[in-house]
């Protein structure tokens, strides 16, 4: 696993100028580490002295790789692979045997990579997780633990973590309660923290809680690895959170605590929100990442906010959390509370959400109308009838319910109709992007959760674009890490989608992008960050108090050389090497007893070919 026991090569002897007192060698005594490899000593770029220093010398076959011809190899494997499950599965071996190879193939193919360990793929893997497990990935806390999560969360090996994504696994994706199934959304989130963020594989920590499961499915599968016991009740699911958060928070005082794919995510979001640094992904992370592309969509369609009607399909977390983003937007804009809220029209499985329509849960009851003349609008076509909307949200894990017929519409009552099918996996997507651009005549602008092919329409390549909380919550994240902030508070959430509406650079606009490209992720995640620090500041959260004096400029500068790079990552060990031989005397290129050899095309000095690359956002509109 990427988390495995031993600590990573610079933990263990220190990468500072001076080598630890246990490694200063004497005349003539050859340096070499006491301490068992762990998986990423075993990389084939590693030179041969570095494999003596290492003693892994012996332990891998003798040529040495260059990154190139080892990126080129493990694709080749990739794409031997025929399934997404397949690929899904070897990209997991690989971040457990060679985490900084994983990373650096992630980070040359992101486009490419993103769908195999994220959305559509992970979908996947979650319903089979049982069934496919082959190594550990993360932790697992179960109910049973209670009164001694504290002890339990000490056998996580990794003594500096600095990011936690935690589920239940009560909703995951659009794909139901999938109990410690749902493990595999903690590892794929985390997997776009280090590739997108830059935060360092060691430091996070997939974590998936056993609270039982209400899939009845799943609790009879012989092979299903969780408890088989019902879903714990709400109110002995806030005692176990309590106790979570104070043991996490105790054992690592700065952690940030990111709630994912939880059924009713709004009591633990509400309750801790104040007093731990976390935030909920689906609720306020989908919310800016929403916001920060409908901000494009506005400019490009030109429709003021008092005049935007919209309906939403799907109440639930991430309905009510980009309503709400969007509501905050228009009082910016102008509107008032009341006239902003108004301009909303949520639907769920019972129809259009009012408040003379019965009992309601109490996150539906803010944007429940009370205009409807006492009529129950009970499907969305009806709905889209009633309300002409000039935008169309699909939050509700329906594949296909956006209709041939209701897109149609939209595009009759719309120049420019919003049109955004945003659950996942594509399975559930309420429609592709091919069935939008062809009953909307190419009129749409269009985001959906779950990534869908480039298309020719009119001899035109339209791009589809993602709206995926991936664009933010790594930018969130790294904020509230870097700011050490005590809170992560609604400012953060919205300076996240402000400063992503600005990532975009001047071609992406004039091709009338909502979202920039995902391969300038690291960049768009700079910005991001940048913008969420700056929140911090603003609202007096965070404790890193020397980044207040940065300028903007220093402060994006700061924040790229504080991202792991996987390239930076995999030459510590040369650095190491050099340090010690500087130390024994008369014998700078001799390690491990033998001569050194010359370490191919990866030399010591390289540059990062990720980070550190200031300037990098220059086309910025
Ligand atoms: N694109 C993105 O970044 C994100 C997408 N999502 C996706 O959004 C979907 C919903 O997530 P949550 O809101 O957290 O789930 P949730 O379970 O809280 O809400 C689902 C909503 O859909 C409604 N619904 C269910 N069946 C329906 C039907 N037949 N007709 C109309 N409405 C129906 C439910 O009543 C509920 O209001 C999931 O597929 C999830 O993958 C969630 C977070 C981020
Ligand atoms: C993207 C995401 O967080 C979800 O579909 O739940
Ligand atoms: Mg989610």
Not at 89 to 100: A, K, M
Not at 225 to 243: H, I, M, N, P, Q
Not at 558 to 579: A, F, G, L, Q, T
Not at 601 to 606: D, E, K, L, Q
Request: proline share 5%; with cysteine.
């Amino acid at each position: 696993m990427s988390h495995s026991r031993n600590t990573s090569t610079a933990s263990k002897t220190g990468t500072g100028k001076h080598p630890p007192a246990n490694l200063k060698m004497a005349h003539h005594q050859a340096p070499m580490r006491h301490v068992v490899p762990d998986a990423s000593d075993y990389d084939t770029t590693h030179s041969i002295e570095a494999r003596k220093y290492l003693k892994t010398y012996g332990l891998t076959p003798p040529g040495v790789d260059t990154y190139e011809k080892q990126n080129q190899r493990a694709l080749a494997i990739l794409n031997s692979r025929k399934t997404p499950i397949e690929k899904y599965q070897y990209l997991s071996v690989l971040r457990s045997t060679n985490v900084h190879l994983f990373y650096r193939l992630l980070a040359k193919n992101v486009k490419e990579l993103t769908p195999l360990i994220y959305t559509p793929t992970v979908g996947e893997a979650c319903q089979r997780w049982s069934e496919l497990y082959t190594q550990p990935e993360g932790m697992y806390l179960s109910f049973e633990d209670r009164g001694h999560l504290h002890t339990v969360i000490q056998n996580w090996p990794h003594h500096d973590v600095e990011i936690t994504v935690v589920t239940d696994g009560s909703r995951i994706l659009g794909l139901g309660d999938l109990g410690v199934d749902g493990m595999g959304i903690p590892v794929g989130k985390l997997s776009l923290y280090t590739a997108c963020a830059g935060i360092h594989p060691l430091k996070t920590l997939p974590l998936c809680l056993d609270l039982g499961t209400s899939n009845k499915e799943k609790r009879e599968d012989p092979l299903y690895l969780g408890s088989r016991r019902d879903k714990v009740t709400a109110e002995e699911e806030k005692d176990f959170l309590d106790e979570l958060m104070a043991a996490l928070t105790e054992r690592w005082p700065g952690i940030v605590i990111q709630y994912e794919d939880f059924k009713n995510p709004f009591p633990s979001l509400e309750r801790y929100q104040e007093t731990y640094t976390m935030f909920n992904d689906d609720i306020q992370g989908t919310g800016a990442v929403i916001l920060g592309g409908f901000i494009n969509a506005v400019k490009q369609s030109g429709v003021a906010p008092k005049d935007q009607r919209a309906v939403f399909l799907g109440a639930g977390s991430a309905g009510v959390g980009v309503a709400k983003q969007l509501t905050e937007f228009f009082m910016k804009e102008g509107l008032s509370e009341e006239e902003a809220k108004k301009r909303f029209w949520l639907v769920d499985s019972q129809g259009l959400v009012a408040l003379d329509r019965g009992k309601l849960a109490d996150h539906k009851i803010y944007f429940a109308r009370d205009d409807n003349g006492g009529k129950q609008y009970k499907t969305l076509e009806e709905v889209v009838e009633y309300v002409k909307p000039t935008i169309l949200m699909g939050l509700s894990t329906i594949g296909g319910a956006f209709t041939p017929k209701i897109l149609e519409r939209m595009a009759e009552l719309n120049d420019r109709p919003v049109v955004f099918p945003l659950s996942n996996p594509s399975s559930k997507s309420e429609c592709t992007f091919e069935e939008a651009i062809k009953y909307t005549k190419g009129k749409c602008l269009f985001a959906s959760g779950s990534p869908f092919p480039t298309l020719n329409h009119a001899g035109k390549d339209l791009v589809p674009g993602q709206g995926n909380n991936m664009y933010v919550f790594p930018g969130i994240g790294l904020g509230a890490i870097l700011s050490k902030s005590v809170s992560v508070t609604q400012n953060m959430i919205y300076a996240s989608a402000e400063a992503l509406s600005t990532s975009l650079l001047k071609q992406e606009i004039k091709d009338n992008w909502l979202y920039p490209d995902i391969r300038r992720i690291r960049d768009v995640s700079v910005i991001v960050t940048a913008g969420v620090i700056r929140a911090a500041q603003a609202d007096r959260v965070d404790r890193e108090l020397a980044l207040r004096h940065l300028s903007d400029e220093d402060l994006e500068e700061y924040i790229r050389n504080r991202m792991y790079d996987p390239y930076i990552e995999s030459e510590k060990v040369n650095e190491e090497i050099r340090e010690l031989a500087a130390h024994v005397i008369g014998s700078p290129t001799t390690v491990g007893g033998a001569h050194a050899h010359q370490n191919g095309t990866n030399g010591t000095a390289r540059k990062s070919s990720m980070a550190s690359r200031p300037g990098t956002a220059n086309g910025r509109a």
